[in-house]
């Protein structure tokens, strides 16, 4: 059973940096072959693919607003994924949650947002003064 679970989430001010962990499990059928990444949501918008990698060529999705400032990274030995966040701004508030899913791309994962059977709950990022 697959199983996705965030943490890192929390209150911050404007320029501030959190990192997001992942803590994944049951990928052993093919870890080589899956797409993760990080969604938000936040009040009163869609939800939005935030940066998505294909374990399979390590090839890397930002959306836009969040190019050069978020980087995903992953650790294979740990099973974890990361979303490192720097520079943050209030436009950033949102509930972030680890998704995945066998096949695709990062960048189809991140913007269809179709056929993604793996959810995390979420952790909430505020970005406040």
């Known amino acids: 059973q697959v199983q996705l679970v965030e943490s890192g989430g929390g209150l911050v001010q404007p320029g501030g940096s959190l990192r997001l962990s992942c803590a994944t499990s049951?990928?052993?059928?093919?870890?080589?072959?899956?797409?993760i990444g990080w969604f938000r949501q936040a009040p009163g918008k869609e939800r939005e693919g935030v940066s998505c990698?294909?374990?399979?060529?390590?090839?890397?999705y930002y959306e836009d607003s969040v190019k050069g400032r978020f980087t995903i990274a992953r650790d294979n030995a740990k099973n974890t994924v990361y979303l490192q966040m720097n520079s943050l701004k209030p436009d950033d508030t949102a509930v972030y949650y680890c998704?995945?899913?066998?096949?695709?791309?990062?960048?189809?994962?991140?913007?269809?947002?179709?056929?993604?059977?793996?959810w995390g709950k979420g952790t909430l990022v505020t970005v406040s003064s």
């Open positions: 998704a995945a899913r066998w096949q695709g791309t990062g960048q189809a994962m991140c913007t269809a947002q179709l056929n993604i059977p793996f």
């Open positions: 049951g990928f052993l059928t093919d870890p080589d072959f899956y797409v």
């Open positions: 990698i294909s374990s399979r060529d390590g090839n890397e």
